[in-house]
């Protein structure tokens, strides 16, 4: 198993950015998919970005395509959501996750992932 810790949420202006991180600790980091979710008040849990193992592969919701960028450095453990051009609308709790690394294909469904973070808040406001 893994254990994953977000950081790096707070309040923001619309228009302004801000880095998301996921440390993880536990098992090789290497060995995992790496997904962001977000859940607004009173809306269900949605796919924001995923990173396969290698970093090579990224896949972002049509929401934030072209604003927010996945990233990972396995040598520190950590993942990275940057997220630029903020709307209201995105203001949520943000997740992360983790499941293994041969299953990428499925990186929006959130069933499929089997480790979560305790989320992070992220607050515009317009």
């Known amino acids: 198993q893994v254990q994953l810790v977000e950081s790096g949420g707070g309040l923001v202006q619309a228009g302004g950015s801000l880095r998301l991180s996921c440390a993880a600790s536990?098992?090789?980091?290497?060995?995992?998919?790496i997904g962001w979710f977000r859940q607004a008040p009173g809306k269900e849990r949605e796919f924001v970005a995923a990173?396969?193992?290698?970093?090579?592969?990224?896949n972002y919701a049509d929401s934030v395509k072209g604003r927010f960028t996945i990233s990972r450095d396995n040598a520190e453990n950590t993942v990275y959501l940057q997220m630029n051009s903020l709307k209201s609308e995105d203001t949520a709790v943000y997740y992360c996750?983790?499941?293994?690394?041969?299953?990428?294909?499925?990186?929006?469904?959130?069933?499929?992932?089997?480790?979560w973070g305790q989320g992070t808040q992220v607050t515009v406001s317009s």
């Open positions: 996750a983790a499941k293994g690394r041969y299953y990428y294909s499925t990186y929006y469904d959130a069933g499929g992932y089997h480790n």
């Open positions: 536990g098992r090789t980091f290497s060995n995992y998919v």
């Open positions: 990173i396969n193992w290698s970093a090579s592969t990224t």
